[in-house]
DNA sequence: GCCCAGGAGCCCG
DNA sequence: CGGGCTCATGGG
């Protein structure tokens, strides 16, 4: 068995399944139980259009302003691309504050809510991968990693998130890729094709990364101690 | 007060 | 192609 499978293994016999990504449940529409939550379901379209949208508030954000956010977006029926781009950039904005880069975002829910009235989600749910891909890269506002998690977590298409918090542990775990395709095809030579396996990894990659690979490491208690280099006091 | 958080665009050599 | 700068709130 390859190392990366390997780790896997670890992080998921450590933390378990963990049910990305979090949306808010169907059915809530007062005030309770807006808040996105983890499990697994199948989604509908307004939950893939959350997911989109919750996957360019949270760039470079903790998740905990994000859901804020998206609670606010839920109540004034902005998870909806035509309202999106009927409104004006300050009610945007101001709804989306707490995520922060509010006036960069606003701009850039826009741009997405263009790109999905012109490509449906379903029509782009329908096309090969890499299609998808260079499509969603096209918009302003979406790179890389905000591209692959639409994939993956809106359109369950088997490609693999990387994030900072991936360079940060498997760079400390001794693999010398470096940039963002490099840890891809990392990932994409070591493990089967799978969105399941996929989803679960990138979740349990941010779940490590929040308990003991931090900026500055928790390495007492790390499930990879045994197999990482990386010692810090 | 400082540092960091589930990045991306732009500019510059 | 790589590095530095900007964007901004909220919690530790």
Redesign the pocket.
């Known amino acids: 068995m390859n190392k990366i499978q390997k780790i896997y293994d670890i992080l998921l016999n450590k933390y378990g399944y963990q049910g990305?990504?979090?949306v808010t449940p169907l059915g809530s529409c007062r005030g309770d139980s807006l808040v996105p939550i983890y499990g697994i379901s199948k989604h509908n379209e307004k939950q893939k259009l959350e997911i989109m949208l919750?996957?360019i508030l949270?760039?470079?954000?903790?998740?905990?302003?994000v859901e804020?956010s998206i609670v606010e977006l839920n109540k004034k029926g902005f998870i909806d691309a035509d309202k999106i781009i009927k409104a004006s950039h300050e009610t945007l904005a101001n709804a989306i504050?707490?995520?922060?880069?509010?006036?960069?975002?606003a701009k850039k829910l826009k741009n997405i809510a263009d790109f999905i009235k012109s490509n449906s989600i379903n029509g782009l749910e329908k096309k090969e991968t890499n299609e998808a891909r260079k499509l969603l890269l096209e918009?302003?506002?979406?790179?890389?990693?905000?591209?692959d998690?639409i994939l993956l977590?809106a359109l369950d298409k088997p490609i693999f998130v990387v994030?900072?918090?991936t360079k940060r542990i498997f760079g400390r775990l001794g693999f010398k890729e470096?940039?963002y395709e490099e840890f891809q095809q990392l990932f994409h030579n070591s493990l089967e094709n799978d969105a399941k396996l996929f989803n679960e990894y990138h979740a349990l990659i941010?779940e490590l990364?929040?308990k003991h690979c931090?900026?500055?490491p928790i390495c007492n208690g790390c499930p990879l101690g045994n197999i990482c280099p990386y010692k810090k006091i």
């Open positions: 990305w990504w979090p919750g996957a949270t760039q470079n954000t903790s998740w905990k302003n804020k504050k707490s995520s922060g880069y509010f006036n960069q975002k918009v302003n506002g979406v790179g890389p990693e905000t591209a998690s977590y994030d900072a918090y470096q940039t941010v990364a929040k931090k900026t500055k």
